[in-house]
DNA sequence: GCGATCAGCT
DNA sequence: CACAGCTGATCGC
């Protein structure tokens, strides 16, 4: 969850993705997407007031973003005030103070995010640099690469801040299966199910967000039907999205929702009710969305988990993992970077010292790793990057310092590192205290601002940050060793994670094929099988190790509680093979490649633009820039296609 | 009665 | 497997 204050030091004039507080003074809002912790106070009644007596005060968003948005009638009152706007068409904005009619101008450029419907980054160009808030977004490796407006003729925009969809910024969730992989199981299941006979149905158990669309889509164009849903109101305007759903339950895909769906499903039941209109009851399979990640050290190997005798977990992600950020903040080499989200069980300090190493000057950072501890205390309070009069308080409770001010912290468990840990670490208390006291000059400047609730939430984060201990700050390091032996070695591929299948028929020669074309983006997802195929399934309690044949064999001794669970639906014998699905798959690809995609691309926004002159990198052009940024070596790149250092 | 916040649940 | 949001209890205005 985003804990973004809503305001950008180097803009503060604008307010993103938050409505209330100090945003309520704002001249000119942006909504990323539609998710609800991201439009904290976008229907209060203070700024409903303010907006009725602004002339200039607009919400800029996609148009998708606005569609859905409008669909629900407790942000209606917006209508008048949104301005939606084209992807990656830079648009000029007036930031007009309509007290004083001072004016500031800003180009701003929304980018597709890959989230979910209509979620956008905003890239902003203006007299405080180039800057870019990216909201949530999920980018596979390499993506950034074919951003055009990231880039300026062949070269990489010299962008000074990004704000940071961290939420997958931890070694933990190291990396994710891409999207098409995942969608390439859930297919797999499905099929597998609805295949045996007409009562075989599946439920999509999906949350109440924007974002599942993607899966809706996909299944429905591969099984050629549509899925049950609850409304297609917010979908009306969206027709290559509307024409995958339904809220005709005679379908063998759902994914309705009811308050007590998991208790209508335990008794053989969907959400909606739903019954086979001859009195046969409905065979049902759950497939829950989920977020798997396969840590560098772990290895697992499947995207569907069987959680039960009818129930699944499939591998899902709205968010870039841990490699996808690094490959992201590597491309881009940013000044600062401000952590939009803390994942669980970490703190502020721990994750802006592991975004500290993607910041564009690690290089000269780097020059004074070996130096004394002792002397390296006083480079930190003289670091010439910290400008404690210019700390805004930018994220709810949190002091977020840029990331380059807290380099120093690096330096210290680097050098506590090559003191090859004689010496105990530095506790980070004492050599930066989090301390807010210069930090509420914002808050201060507005009225409406709670001051009492900020200090107290401050404190509280305060707290949080001095309990990193001794043994924190050496878990810390150890994590810096990993990154670095990452680099050093060979980094963990893709391939690493996953067995690899060989397959018989022509799945593989066509994978072969699409894998060597990858360096344009697919207009659609790929369906990428064959030589990188993992298991697709797994039972909960399988062995790591159990990846040696893609047949499944699943043991009723896993029923559970249930009634519909005691009775396996999954015979014991059943067998999932990649294979036997090929011909339709071929078919999908020709089809899809032959497509015109830009009404698909208006609300899905998971397509990627091409960029003539940049390429997609090739792994061990990843893996030599990741050991270099690992090793603080100067990056030079190849063939121009990024800027200089 | 409304909004904010939090625990609990998925 | 940890995202996003619902429901209900509680509190303050």
Same mark, same amino acid.
């Given at each position: 969850?985003?804990?973004?204050?809503?305001?950008?030091?180097?803009?503060?004039?604008?307010?993103?993705?938050?409505?209330?507080?100090?945003?309520?003074?704002?001249?000119?809002?942006?909504?990323?997407?539609?998710?609800?912790?991201?439009?904290?106070?976008?229907?209060?009644?203070?700024?409903?007031?303010?907006?009725?007596?602004?002339?200039?005060?607009?919400?800029?968003?996609?148009?998708?973003?606005?569609?859905?948005? %409008? &669909?629900?009638?407790?942000?209606?009152?917006? /209508?008048?005030?949104?301005?939606? =706007?084209?992807? !990656?068409?830079? +648009? $000029? #904005?007036?930031?007009?103070?309509?007290?004083?009619?001072?004016?500031?101008?800003?180009?701003?450029?929304?980018?597709?995010?890959?989230?979910?419907?209509?979620?956008?980054?905003?890239?902003?160009?203006?007299?405080?640099?180039?800057?870019?808030?990216?909201?949530?977004?999920?980018?596979?490796?390499?993506?950034?690469?074919?951003?055009?407006?990231?880039?300026?003729?062949?070269?990489?925009?010299?962008?000074?801040?990004?704000?940071?969809?961290?939420?997958?910024?931890?070694?933990?969730?190291?990396?994710?299966?891409?999207?098409?992989?995942?969608?390439?199981?859930?297919?797999?299941?499905?099929?597998?199910?609805?295949?045996?006979?007409?009562?075989?149905?599946?439920? %999509? &158990?999906?949350?109440?967000?924007?974002?599942? /669309?993607?899966?809706?889509?996909? =299944?429905?164009? !591969?099984?050629? +039907? $549509? #899925?049950?849903?609850?409304?297609?109101?917010?979908?009306?305007?969206?027709?290559?999205?509307?024409?995958?759903?339904?809220?005709?339950?005679?379908?063998?895909?759902?994914?309705?929702?009811?308050?007590?769906?998991?208790?209508?499903?335990?008794?053989?039941?969907?959400?909606?009710?739903?019954?086979?209109?001859?009195?046969?009851?409905?065979?049902?399979?759950?497939?829950?969305?989920?977020?798997?990640?396969?840590?560098?050290?772990?290895?697992?190997?499947?995207?569907?988990?069987?959680?039960?005798?009818?129930?699944?977990?499939?591998?899902?992600?709205?968010?870039?993992?841990?490699?996808?950020?690094?490959?992201?903040?590597?491309?881009?080499?940013?000044?600062?970077?401000?952590?939009?989200?803390?994942?669980?069980?970490?703190?502020?300090?721990?994750?802006?010292?592991?975004?500290?190493?993607?910041?564009?000057?690690?290089?000269?950072?780097?020059?004074?790793?070996?130096?004394?501890?002792?002397?390296?205390?006083?480079?930190?309070?003289?670091?010439?990057?910290?400008?404690?009069?210019?700390?805004?308080?930018?994220?709810?409770?949190?002091?977020?310092?840029?990331?380059?001010?807290?380099?120093?912290?690096?330096?210290?468990?680097?050098?506590?590192?090559?003191?090859?840990?004689?010496?105990?670490?530095?506790?980070?208390?004492?050599?930066?205290?989090?301390?807010?006291?210069?930090?509420?000059?914002?808050?201060?400047?507005?009225?409406?601002?709670?001051?009492?609730?900020?200090?107290?939430?401050?404190?509280?984060?305060?707290?949080?940050?001095?309990?990193?201990?001794?043994?924190?700050?050496?878990?810390?390091?150890?994590?810096?060793?990993?990154?670095?032996?990452?680099?050093?070695?060979?980094?963990?591929?893709?391939?690493?994670?996953?067995?690899?299948?060989?397959?018989?028929?022509?799945?593989?020669?066509?994978?072969?094929?699409?894998?060597?074309?990858?360096?344009?983006?697919?207009?659609?997802?790929?369906?990428?099988?064959?030589?990188?195929?993992?298991?697709?399934?797994?039972?909960?309690?399988?062995?790591?190790?159990?990846?040696?044949?893609?047949?499944?064999?699943?043991?009723?001794?896993?029923?559970?509680?249930?009634?519909?669970?005691?009775?396996?639906?999954?015979?014991?014998?059943?067998?999932?093979?990649?294979?036997?699905?090929?011909?339709?798959?071929?078919?999908?690809?020709?089809?899809?490649?032959?497509?015109?995609?830009?009404?698909?691309?208006?609300?899905?926004?998971?397509?990627?633009?091409?960029?003539?002159?940049?390429?997609?990198?090739?792994?061990?052009?990843?893996?030599?820039?990741?050991?270099?940024?690992?090793?603080?070596?100067?990056?030079?790149?190849?063939?121009?296609?990024?800027?200089?250092?």
């Amino acid at each position: 969850m985003s804990s973004f204050a809503g305001r950008m030091k180097e803009y503060p004039t604008i307010s993103l993705d938050r409505f209330d507080r100090e945003n309520l003074h704002a001249r000119a809002y942006f909504l990323s997407h539609c998710h609800k912790d991201h439009m904290k106070g976008l229907k209060g009644p203070i700024l409903r007031r303010k907006l009725q007596f602004s002339r200039t005060v607009r919400l800029y968003c996609s148009f998708v973003t606005k569609e859905l948005l %409008l &669909n629900n009638p407790k942000y209606a009152f917006w /209508e008048e005030y949104i301005v939606a =706007l084209e992807l !990656e068409s830079p +648009t $000029q #904005i007036s930031l007009v103070d309509e007290a004083s009619g001072e004016k500031e101008e800003i180009v701003v450029t929304l980018l597709p995010a890959g989230h979910c419907p209509g979620s956008v980054m905003f890239l902003f160009e203006g007299s405080q640099g180039n800057v870019l808030y990216t909201g949530d977004f999920r980018f596979a490796a390499g993506d950034v690469s074919r951003m055009e407006h990231l880039h300026s003729g062949s070269r990489v925009k010299d962008i000074q801040t990004i704000y940071l969809d961290s939420t997958f910024y931890d070694p933990r969730f190291y990396q994710i299966p891409t999207r098409e992989f995942c969608l390439d199981g859930i297919s797999e299941l499905v099929r597998n199910w609805i295949s045996q006979s007409a009562y075989h149905v599946v439920w %999509l &158990n999906c949350k109440a967000a924007y974002g599942y /669309e993607y899966l809706f889509t996909n =299944l429905g164009e !591969e099984f050629n +039907t $549509q #899925i049950h849903v609850k409304s297609l109101e917010m979908f009306k305007k969206m027709p290559e999205i509307l024409s995958y759903v339904t809220t005709d339950r005679r379908t063998q895909i759902h994914a309705c929702r009811h308050p007590k769906a998991e208790e209508f499903f335990q008794g053989s039941r969907l959400p909606c009710g739903c019954t086979a209109s001859d009195g046969t009851p409905l065979r049902i399979i759950s497939i829950k969305p989920s977020t798997m990640w396969f840590g560098e050290r772990t290895r697992k190997t499947n995207v569907i988990i069987k959680t039960g005798a009818s129930s699944f977990r499939a591998c899902f992600s709205f968010h870039s993992s841990y490699l996808e950020l690094k490959d992201f903040l590597s491309y881009l080499q940013p000044f600062n970077i401000y952590p939009s989200v803390i994942p669980l069980g970490r703190t502020l300090t721990e994750v802006t010292q592991m975004l500290m190493l993607m910041c564009r000057n690690q290089t000269d950072q780097a020059a004074t790793v070996y130096k004394p501890l002792g002397a390296l205390k006083r480079c930190i309070v003289k670091q010439p990057t910290y400008d404690s009069d210019s700390d805004e308080k930018l994220f709810d409770g949190l002091d977020i310092a840029p990331v380059r001010k807290k380099m120093a912290l690096n330096q210290e468990i680097k050098n506590v590192k090559a003191l090859q840990e004689t010496a105990p670490p530095v506790p980070v208390e004492e050599s930066f205290p989090l301390t807010v006291t210069d930090t509420q000059s914002v808050s201060r400047n507005y009225a409406d601002c709670t001051e009492s609730n900020d200090e107290e939430e401050e404190e509280e984060e305060e707290e949080e940050d001095k309990k990193l201990s001794q043994d924190e700050v050496e878990m810390m390091i150890k994590e810096a060793e990993n990154i670095e032996v990452a680099g050093s070695s060979n980094p963990p591929k893709w391939e690493d994670f996953f067995t690899t299948e060989t397959l018989p028929d022509s799945q593989n020669s066509l994978s072969s094929q699409l894998q060597s074309c990858c360096s344009v983006p697919s207009p659609s997802p790929s369906k990428m099988t064959g030589s990188q195929t993992p298991d697709l399934f797994s039972e909960e309690e399988e062995t790591p190790d159990n990846d040696e044949n893609f047949s499944l064999t699943l043991s009723a001794s896993l029923s559970n509680h249930s009634s519909q669970n005691q009775d396996s639906y999954f015979p014991d014998t059943l067998i999932l093979h990649p294979g036997q699905h090929g011909d339709s798959r071929i078919n999908t690809q020709e089809k899809e490649s032959n497509e015109e995609l830009s009404a698909s691309q208006a609300s899905s926004d998971f397509d990627i633009p091409c960029t003539p002159e940049s390429k997609m990198p090739h792994p061990d052009e990843l893996s030599q820039l990741y050991r270099k940024l690992a090793s603080g070596e100067e990056v030079v790149i190849r063939k121009g296609s990024q800027g200089s250092m």
